[in-house]
């Protein structure tokens, strides 16, 4: 390898290296601004499709805006409340947020929601982190080195088959004959799509996956988690998914270890045919 390319590749470690700190300190703070409102019924309204988002979603994306942007201005922004704009497509780097992931049991009360950050260069993660302020949680991650919470190693579960394992994911896509033929467990449903594949990546859950049209902000953090902790979050045909495109939607995904993976998409290719037969299809 010729010096250059050594020194680029350096370069590149160190700078995720110091990315990943600066997520992990922005989580922290946009989560403790989270909890101001949490449990205190913030002012809230539907968006157009239908989904919630409140004030704190609001000031918690405000607030990552600016702190993140002052600590690195040529890096572009994507987020779920902020006017997208074709700049980003032509930034090197670029965060990629979602303020509070799980605003609907945010507003409900339930603690299982979080702040999501990630950097993503050429499509795919550099640097991660997840914090639940509800939970005192916090993930991190960067490319080649490693997912952790609080400092401490993560793996995915060792599993070898689907039989046995929780399986989290939507339920109306958890209600199928695929499931109970192979003995799967279904797991405890949570509101944050991003916790739940890093449920998967921390080994609460064996495998988990997400019906299409969820956005590169619900993904791109966990993404990495998962990755790094020795696992696969693709989509079903075994692809990574790629962000920071010009279309911002996903088809369905599976997340598993790596034993567990070719089985989870197997069944969920047939949970999807089945669907699409009833006209359930992406529901």
Known sequence: MKAR?????????????????????????????????????????????????????????????AELAAARPDYGWLSEETVDHPDRLRRERIFIVDPIDGTRGFLAGDPNWCVSIAVVCEGRPQAAALFAPALGRLMTAALGE???????????????????????????????????????????????LAWRFACVADATFDAAFARPRAHDWDLAACDLLVHEAGGRLTALDGRPPLYNKAELRHGALAAANQRLHGDLIAALTTVEEERAASGKAGH
């Open 146 to 192: 490693g997912a952790s919470e609080d400092g401490a190693p993560i793996r995915v579960s060792r599993r070898g088959a689907l039989s046995g394992c929780a399986i989290a994911g939507p339920s109306s896509w958890l209600n199928s004959e695929v499931w109970r033929s192979r003995e799967v467990r279904p797991g405890r449903y949570l509101p944050s």
């Open 5 to 65: 390319e050594t020194e680029e590749i350096s370069e590149t470690v160190e700078t995720n290296r110091a990315d990943r700190v600066l997520l992990a300190e922005a989580a922290r703070a946009a989560g403790a601004l989270a909890l101001r409102f949490f449990g205190r019924n913030p002012e809230s309204w539907q968006k157009q499709g239908g989904s919630p988002v409140s004030v704190a979603d609001m000031e918690v994306d405000a607030f990552l805006h």
